[in-house]
């Protein structure tokens, strides 16, 4: 059980354009997800935590309006990279944390993003 | 504030040695978890191990064992019997108190290579 997705698990977007990720629980309800930025040997960042229902909180330095995060259902959560760029390229990571569980965290696959 | 120092950058060990992976941790509240992770070349996290600040014993997990030493906040991570698959990235990461959102910090990670 605990099983989070991500999609895609890699995507390759123009300079300029929008890219949406996704974060699913499959066999839980997350009343809480985070989303991670890693790059290439380093550690993860967080980037914001959502909570179904309410408006994502942002860790400082994160530029809100470019990465818009969305919890729509105790399910789902979106990752909408705008107006992507060349230093947006990056791993990103989700994690979700169950309801019932609200100290653990189980994380996503991952997904690559990279902007040409 | 919370804070992970992972001090060793890059590890090496022969196959079917005992390996120790350092952590630190700073925090003031007294409520915290400490977890290690793995993260292959793939990129997914892997978790390894937990231990809850007020847990009286050290945290085994098959051949993964956690080195908690809370007057010197130290968390290390001890892998017996190295195996060629173990070669990966492995963080520390701290889990604060509610006040932190359940936040996880994440140390800057040791890349281990398991030599045959």
């Known amino acids: 059980g605990a099983v989070v997705s991500q999609h895609p698990s890699w995507v390759i977007c123009k300079s300029g354009t929008s890219v949406k990720i996704e974060c699913r629980s499959l066999d839980f309800q997350a009343t809480t997800m985070f989303w991670y930025r890693q790059f290439p040997k380093q550690s993860l960042m967080l980037m914001a935590t959502s909570n179904e229902g309410s408006k994502a909180t942002y860790e400082q330095g994160v530029e809100k309006d470019k990465f818009l995060i969305n919890h729509a259902s105790l399910t789902l959560s979106t990752l909408t990279v705008t107006s992507a760029h060349p230093e947006d390229s990056s791993f990103y990571i989700c994690?979700?944390?169950?309801?019932?569980?609200?100290?653990?965290?189980?994380f996503g696959p991952g997904t690559r993003l990279t902007v040409t | 504030a919370q804070k992970i120092t992972q001090t060793q950058p890059g590890m090496f060990v022969q196959e079917k040695e005992a390996v120790t992976l350092d952590c630190t941790y700073d925090t003031s509240d007294p409520s915290y978890g400490l977890f290690w992770y793995k993260q292959p070349s793939s990129g997914e996290m892997i978790f390894l191990i937990y231990q809850g600040s007020y847990d009286q014993q050290n945290a085994t997990e098959g051949r993964y064992s956690l080195n908690f030493q809370k007057a010197r906040k130290s968390a290390n991570l001890v892998i017996s019997a190295s195996q060629l698959g173990d070669s990966a990235m492995y963080f520390c990461a701290m889990r604060g108190g509610m006040e932190y959102g359940n936040k996880l910090v994440f140390g800057a990670g040791t890349i281990l290579r398991v030599k045959s």
């Open positions: 994690s979700a944390t169950p309801g019932t569980a609200p100290y653990e965290q189980y």
